[in-house]
């Protein structure tokens, strides 16, 4: 099966196959093609080019693009897609004045949402989670990173870690498990922090291993949730099973689980509302991400990420959903780059290269997904007619998605 899209107003985020991730200055340039078409060859792009030289091309579909934008999907680096229940309740009640950590003091909050799960059964959590998937997916999302954490006993982290194996050999879009037991500590451990990391290390890290549901490990490295020290224990024991971190950091405090982060090798540091000098320091030279997540600095009233600040450093910056009961009810990718021009003050082409290539680079899998270049997967956004890709981000909260392509699959 192939597909050629023809007459693209502009091609975006076309990259050769040795870019990986985009860095600081660079993230205000997004390469493109104008007048473009785009070749398809089962799930794999395998040309592009002016449509002045679009000649003899034979496909078993063309699609027309005429006054279209044409750009990879998302890729969101950061979710909890898998989750049972809803929080509307407590939405209400910060509304009426409560904050996130009372909420949470009171026993709501992730505790809330692991009593709910721990009560669903594995098919009905399995029926909650992929209206999520589809929704996203529609929305322009094609790979994700879904992480477990909603669980907090061995049964319940596995119970999640096996709905995310069963999305990923059920969807087309690209998916990356992560093992979040350290989320919070659960009810029946609330005196024995002690013997809940040792539940962690010594028997849901070893079952996950065994099972091979996991592809990264996360903490919530959090005043209330989990130390310095307590990071470095669950980092320290996940690499006997070669599990890199993706880690909750400076979401509400700084206190330095950004250094120890890169100290071991983390993938990606994420959320960072906190900052400081410190934080970027510790960024600079090493191979660690920064994602920053504005949809759930929208929905708490939190700081945003300075991105701005991050990227003027000289470093990357990803951009992620975060979409959860909680913070975050949200994963539409479409509105966290529009408001991350907006509140953050990513100029559209830093927005885009941060929800692209790395996000991509976040997840481990920008060698194969994040951009327009001859040899990676076939994920692809057609926008609806617009005047210029600005137009994407400027005028939120509209849908500007005309056609999404998943591993070469028409939606
Ligand atoms: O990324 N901060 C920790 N975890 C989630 C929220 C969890 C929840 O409230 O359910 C987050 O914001
Ligand atoms: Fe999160």
Request: glycine share 6%; proline share 4%; net charge neutral.
């Amino acid at each position: 099966m192939s597909i050629l899209i023809k007459n693209i107003k502009e091609l975006l985020q076309i990259r050769d196959n040795t870019i990986l991730k985009v860095v600081g200055q660079d993230m205000k340039i997004l390469p493109s093609l104008k007048n473009a078409y785009l070749l398809i060859e089962d799930d794999t792009i395998v040309d592009y080019g002016k449509m002045e030289d679009c000649h003899n091309i034979k496909a078993s579909k063309t699609i027309d693009a005429t006054g279209k934008i044409v750009l990879p999907t998302w890729c969101d680096s950061h979710t909890h897609i898998v989750y049972a229940g809803n929080r509307e309740q407590e939405f209400v009640d910060r509304i009426n004045g409560l904050s996130y950590e009372e909420i949470a003091n009171r026993g709501g909050g992730i505790l809330n949402s692991a009593e709910v799960l721990q009560n669903t059964s594995e098919e009905a959590l399995y029926q909650q989670s992929i209206k999520r998937i589809e929704q996203v997916m529609q929305m322009g999302t094609g790979a994700l990173e879904i992480k477990s954490g909603y669980g907090l006993s061995t049964e319940a982290e596995l119970k999640m870690l096996r709905i995310i194996k069963r999305i990923k050999q059920n969807f087309p879009l690209k998916i990356k498990a992560t093992f979040l037991g350290a989320h919070a500590l659960p009810k029946a451990y609330k005196n024995n922090k002690r013997g809940y990391l040792d539940l962690i290390i010594h028997e849901m890290l070893p079952q996950i291993a065994k099972e091979n549901l996991a592809d990264y490990v996360d903490v919530f490295c959090e005043k209330g949730y989990f130390s310095l020290d307590d990071t470095a224990k669950i980092l320290e024991a996940s690499k006997a099973f070669h599990l890199r971190a993706k880690i909750h950091v400076n979401q509400f405090n700084a206190f330095g689980g950004i250094a120890l982060a890169v100290k071991h090798n983390a993938l990606s540091v994420d959320h960072l509302e906190e900052l400081h000098q410190e934080d970027i320091d510790a960024l600079k030279g090493s191979n660690t991400m920064p994602v920053a997540l504005p949809s759930c600095s929208y929905f708490l009233s939190i700081p945003y990420t300075p991105g701005r600040r991050i990227i003027d450093a000289g470093l990357p910056l990803a951009l992620a959903s975060d979409y959860n009961p909680g913070s975050t009810p949200s994963g539409n990718m479409n509105f966290v780059v529009s408001t991350a021009c907006i509140k953050m003050k990513l100029t559209p082409e830093e927005a885009i290269n941060a929800a692209t290539i790395n996000g991509a680079y976040a997840m481990g899998i920008s060698n194969l997904y994040g951009s327009i270049t001859k040899g990676k997967k076939a994920n692809i956004i057609i926008t609806k007619k617009v005047p210029s890709y600005n137009f994407l981000p400027y005028a939120f909260g509209e849908n500007h998605i005309d056609q999404v392509i998943i591993n070469g699959q028409c939606l």
